[in-house]
């Protein structure tokens, strides 16, 4: 899996590519983490247009985002689900307790 | 290979050896069992959704033996054994995967092989519950010190007509 962060104005845009795992959602919730109570960056953005796969811990790991963000005042977005992920997220209801978006510019919009 | 054996489960008493790995508990090894495990029920008939719902299901059994059997330790053997197994619940395909997996780590404590609620948001403790939904059967036993896991997905002839 890969990780890099980009920012637009007050945005961070967390984009992973690959798999997230056992192996690789320790990265992906460090990332998140560290954006949103460290930097308190006010709204924090994941692109998952290139996540083949999720598990549970990487549900977890976005879970405990949502929460840091709720904590912080801040916002936790997604875009760009596959039907993988969207799947995992509906079998664990957690679907419409996210920002779920189609693309960048919409999230970037909302 | 055939097993024969009248547990309930497996009417004909009959199992053919499809598949087995053997691997340690590094969780970097989760990727190559899932690509196997997706070419295995795309290979038996199983439609895209159901080949990926039983991809998810072993993932989330080979993560709770590293996690907790195991306790993260990367060198420990799991042994995953894959039969196609004849099964009296689905007459019209007579067919199912039957999963085996094996540790010889901590025993599961079957009070907490039940899952979470998922009325409440917290993260963890989510891998039971995907097991359970992608699988027919699910069964935990120990003996001699090895656990074993078993899981049974039947194939249905919805899964046949949509095909792979």
């Known amino acids: ?110 | 290979m055939v097993v024969d054996r009248e547990d309930g489960i497996i009417a004909s008493g009959q199992a053919d050896l499809l598949l087995k790995l053997e691997f340690f508990s590094n969780p970097e090894l989760l990727y190559v069992v899932r690509a196997a495990m997706e070419r295995l029920t795309e290979r038996m008939g199983f439609s895209e959704r159901e080949c990926r719902s039983v991809t998810r299901a072993v993932d989330e059994a080979l993560t709770n033996i590293i996690r907790h059997a195991y306790g993260g330790h990367l060198n420990q053997l799991i042994v995953v054994t894959c039969y196609r197994t004849s099964k009296k619940a689905t007459p019209e395909t007579g067919q199912a995967l039957e999963i085996v997996l094996q540790d010889q780590g901590e025993p599961a404590d079957p009070a907490k092989m039940r899952g979470r609620s998922l009325d409440e948001i917290k993260p963890g403790g989510l891998g039971l519950h995907y097991i359970r939904e992608s699988m027919d059967f699910v069964e935990f036993s120990n003996a001699g010190g090895t656990n074993q896991l078993r899981l049974v997905r039947c194939l249905r002839p919805e899964s046949t007509a949509q095909g792979s």
């Open chain 1, 1 to 110: 899996m890969q990780i890099s962060v980009r920012r637009i104005d007050k945005t961070a845009i967390v984009e992973v590519a690959g798999d997230i795992d056992l192996s690789s959602s320790p990265e992906v919730r460090k990332i998140l983490l560290r954006e949103l109570r460290e930097s308190r960056t006010p709204r924090v953005i994941l692109n998952m247009e290139r996540v083949k796969y999720i598990d549970s811990s990487g549900v977890a790991s976005l879970v405990e985002g949502l929460k840091a963000s709720r904590d912080a005042g801040s916002r936790l977005l997604l875009f760009g689900l596959s039907p993988i992920a969207r799947e995992v997220l509906q079998l664990s209801r957690l679907l419409k307790i996210f920002e779920i978006y189609e693309n960048e510019q919409q999230a970037l919009r909302a």
